[in-house]
């Protein structure tokens, strides 16, 4: 069952906190329904407008346009701000690389100042600038997780151009589909990177994405991993060219405030892959503000979020949240496994990480492989952490506070998605009373709801749809050229509300609990289980590190559940493991959400944004194989799955 009863939050925030308490949060957040013109007006001063928006808000629902008249600039907001302020000299970024020996000394580390940082920049927009780069052009960023990609975002921000960062590693065909939807005719890519030890070659991937797309004009190439490249000229260019550095220092365009800032293509089990669009101006105010309440930031402060660059969880709170907070921010080029899990506690003890933002799936990881390493490690630096992705199972949570935080820091538990830009529903630290395992309540601006199938309001404690109910500024323009797809994904199923494609439920006190895909539900004799709430009652054995369920076809029961598990220990006995497990499902679910069968792997297939692939599961437990898009896949040796 969920632990409903709150548990108090770690005492006081810090004297210069925007929000000192529960009551002040209360009326913040009836405010912003309420007056939302005084809300944000107060609250967008505090960034650099080239001209002040005209409103707050221009349509509705699907239609939405926040800060309608004003003109902005992202990346002069994340430089330019800061330094004015006087942080010229304190670090924006320190980039660290995968670690080459068994002391798990990194190969190299880089800091960036504000200074420093915003040099490089400009210097690579005018790069851009003299590869036919403009405002409103698409660049596809195709680079491994080394400073440069940071950069390249910002350095297209600062032109006004719209970026479209891809994962290193994606295959050709995936490159193809982006390129092509966007129709970029720069790309900007590396000779290949590092990942487990293991180079990753990425640019002869993208000269045979760009041979068959025959649409980009321009590819601009970062010298990072010395693998060997073939060279077109007249289309390549090295970063370091010296012909890109001619002519004047690009000034910072001044975009409208609805202007498109970047793509960010997602893809389901099926379909194609839809280029979600977000606007300049909502994105920076939701991004700038939440990242700060969220995290409790201020100047100087520095923050690690474990997120690879390339997801929408590393556009917002690797890059452009922190610097727009003028913070220090963290990225590492590698696996947080090799050369083994205690990776993550070197960095946070090197570098003093005070706020830590990773994924259930990571730390379920290190509750697995690193629980002794977390315990004996140096982590007093930190003072808050922090989840996104799924929800956390209270095992999970409990451990995550008590070991790394020491017991002493809440845990800021986020609830948002590619769409949502930013973080929609969370706990504010010191603030929020903690509940583990619930994503708690809404951020500003963010009505959210619990509906059922027909769109009305579902009971308190009743699973239904999670919907938001009035636009807010960190939501998504549109899916790139296809208004239509946009309309039928998100808002006609219940009209006038945006539809998350999540399952939650709310609690007597109006917390969120959310339960994962409203799609991922089984059907067993007519009842509806969320395969979330199966895989929690799972997990919560102790002998259980992970799990997932899937649903396949039975003629008795409509569908039959089949469970993956990671045991914690791979020579525990697996049939007492099962006893133990059923027990579980059933004082927590109920037997009805008895799997048919349980298979005990070693790990499960994953995307590098730690999310399972549940649809390779399923597909590979009806035919026997895997023919589905593995280009997001992190760990091909998941599969296949042996039953």
Known sequence: MDHTDPIDSPPLPRPSSEIPNFPTYQRLYRQSLEDPETFWRERIARFRWTRPPERILAGESHDARWFPGGRINLAANCLDVPIANGHGDKLALIWESEAVNERREPREIRRYSYLRLRQEVVQTAKRLVNLGVRAGDRVTIDLPIVPELPIAMLACAWLGAIHNVIFAGFPKQALVDRITDSQSKVVITADGGWRNGKLVALKPVVDEAVRETKIVEKVLVLKHAGNAIAWTAGRDFAWDDPSLALGEEPAPEPSPSDAPLFLMYTSGSTGKPKGIVHATAGYLVHTGLSARHAFDLHPGDTV???????????????????????????????????????????????????????????????????????????????????????????????????????????????????????????????????????????????????????????????????????????????????????????????????????????????????????????????????????????????????????????????????????????????????????????????????????????????????????????????????????????DPSALPVSR
């Open 304 to 634: 690690w979020c474990t997120a690879d660059p390339a997801w929408i969880t590393g556009h917002t709170y690797t890059v452009y949240g922190p610097l727009l907070n003028a913070t220090t921010t963290i990225i590492y080029e590698g696996s947080l496994s090799y050369p083994d899990w205690d990776r993550a506690w070197d960095i946070i003890a090197r570098h003093r990480v005070e706020v830590l933002y990773s994924t259930p799936t990571l730390i379920r990881a290190w509750l697995r492989h690193a629980d002794v390493g977390a315990r004996s490690s140096d982590l007093s630096s930190l003072r808050l952490l922090a989840t996104v992705g799924e929800p956390i199972q209270p095992r999970v949570w409990t451990w995550f506070r008590d070991v790394v935080g020491a017991g002493k820091t809440p845990i800021v538990d986020t609830w948002w998605q590619t769409e949502a830009g930013a973080a929609m529903i969370l706990p504010l630290p010191h603030i929020t009373p903690l509940k583990p395992g619930a994503a708690a309540l809404p951020y500003f601006g963010v009505e959210a709801g619990v509906v059922d199938a027909q769109g009305n309001e579902a009971a308190t404690g009743t699973t239904g749809n999670l919907v938001i109910k009035r636009p807010w500024p960190g939501q998504l323009l549109g899916i790139w050229g296809n208004r239509e797809r946009y309309l039928e994904t998100y808002w006609r199923k219940v009209p006038g509300a945006f539809t998350t494609g999540d399952e939650a439920r709310r609690d007597e006190d109006g917390y969120f609990w959310i339960l994962g895909r409203s799609d991922d539900v089984i059907k067993v004799n007519g009842h509806r289980i969320g395969t979330a709430e199966i895989e929690a009652a799972i997990v919560a054995h102790p002998s259980v590190s992970e799990a997932a369920v899937v649903a396949v076809p039975d003629e008795q029961t409509g569908e039959a559940i089949l469970a993956f598990v990671v045991l914690a220990k791979q020579d525990e006995d697996r049939a007492t493991a099962e006893r133990g497990i059923l027990r579980s499902i059933a004082e927590k679910v109920g037997k009805i959400a008895r799997p048919r069968s349980f298979t005990f792997v070693p790990s499960l297939p994953k995307n590098r944004g730690g999310k399972i692939l549940r649809r390779l599961l399923r597909e590979h437990a009806l035919t026997g194989r895997v023919q589905g898009d593995l280009s997001t896949l992190e």
